[in-house]
């Protein structure tokens, strides 16, 4: 693992932009999974700052993001999809067909949760996978449990998810209380994973990540075992 600290978050933002940058730019083809959250928001300027200079060709790119609100549809200001058209789709070169959230307005979501990862399967698998990390270790949506879920499934959020997420919302009732998230197999089996986290709030569950017991009750805590991850965490 590799672990770069660096001051701002506007280092943090340019360092992660270029790595995404440089998987494009070695497969332009190539499967991105992607984040939600306000710590990839500057990674995502700097992408659009990159395609619109002419750096960049994301044309031919498919993604697939982590994870999607219960009950939200992507026309839902808080949805993740929506979130993901208005800070990265619509300003970048993107084919919107090929990018994919899972539904938060599925009936099934056992059955949508396999047909997500199958289609991502399908594409090839993640060539690079972004993540943020919540305040009690989760990636995706994947919260503190006795064990890690494979599969792309159905989860009920904890109390202090729904706390940390509630600044996006009018009060606190209106946060759904149950998310679909890709689980720890398609995260794992991304060939390069990319962690971004910031602020003096993540410092300790990121290293307790980093260095810590690899426990369910510290989800992020599984990408110890991955062979291929840099977590950059900046200060500001
Ligand atoms: C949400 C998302 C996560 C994200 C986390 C942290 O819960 N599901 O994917 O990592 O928020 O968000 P932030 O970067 O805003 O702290």
Same mark, same amino acid.
């Given at each position: 693992?590799?672990?770069?600290?660096?001051?701002?978050? /506007? @280092?943090?933002?340019?360092?992660?932009?270029?790595?995404?940058?440089?998987?494009?730019?070695?497969?332009?083809?190539?499967?991105?999974?992607?984040?939600?959250?306000?710590?990839?928001?500057?990674?995502?300027?700097?992408?659009?700052?990159?395609?619109?200079?002419?750096?960049?060709?994301?044309?031919?790119?498919?993604?697939?993001?982590?994870?999607?609100?219960?009950?939200? *549809?992507?026309?839902?200001?808080?949805?993740?999809?929506?979130?993901?058209?208005?800070?990265?789709?619509?300003?970048?070169?993107?084919?919107?067909?090929?990018?994919?959230?899972?539904?938060?307005?599925? *009936?099934?979501? /056992?059955?949508?949760?396999? /047909?997500?990862?199958?289609?991502?399967?399908?594409?090839?698998?993640?060539?690079?996978?972004?993540?943020?990390?919540?305040?009690?270790?989760?990636?995706?949506?994947?919260?503190?449990?006795?064990?890690?879920?494979?599969?792309?499934?159905?989860?009920?959020?904890?109390?202090?998810?729904?706390?940390?997420?509630?600044?996006?919302? @009018?009060?606190?009732?209106?946060?759904?209380?149950?998310?679909?998230?890709?689980?720890?197999?398609?995260?794992?089996?991304?060939?390069?994973?990319?962690?971004?986290?910031?602020?003096?709030?993540?410092? @300790?569950?990121?290293?307790?990540?980093?260095?810590?017991?690899? *426990?369910?009750?510290?989800?992020?805590?599984?990408?110890?075992?991955?062979? *291929?991850?840099?977590?950059?965490?900046?200060?500001?």
């Amino acid at each position: 693992m590799k672990f770069i600290k660096v001051k701002t978050y /506007e @280092e943090l933002s340019k360092i992660a932009a270029d790595i995404i940058a440089d998987q494009i730019k070695e497969k332009p083809d190539c499967i991105l999974g992607l984040a939600t959250g306000s710590t990839p928001i500057g990674t995502y300027k700097e992408l659009i700052k990159k395609n619109k200079n002419g750096e960049l060709d994301f044309s031919h790119v498919t993604s697939f993001n982590l994870d999607e609100y219960i009950g939200l *549809d992507g026309e839902h200001d808080q949805s993740y999809r929506y979130f993901m058209n208005n800070q990265l789709f619509n300003h970048v070169n993107i084919d919107k067909s090929k990018t994919s959230v899972p539904s938060g307005c599925t *009936d099934d979501p /056992e059955k949508e949760g396999a /047909e997500y990862d199958k289609r991502i399967a399908e594409a090839g698998g993640i060539d690079l996978q972004l993540l943020g990390i919540g305040n009690n270790g989760h990636i995706g949506f994947n919260e503190p449990d006795s064990y890690f879920t494979g599969p792309t499934h159905l989860v009920k959020l904890e109390p202090s998810t729904i706390e940390a997420n509630a600044r996006f919302f @009018e009060t606190i009732d209106d946060v759904p209380k149950q998310a679909i998230t890709m689980g720890m197999a398609s995260i794992m089996q991304a060939k390069k994973i990319l962690l971004v986290a910031s602020g003096k709030g993540k410092k @300790e569950i990121t290293e307790k990540a980093v260095y810590g017991n690899i *426990d369910p009750k510290v989800p992020a805590s599984i990408l110890q075992v991955h062979h *291929d991850v840099t977590v950059i965490y900046s200060e500001e």
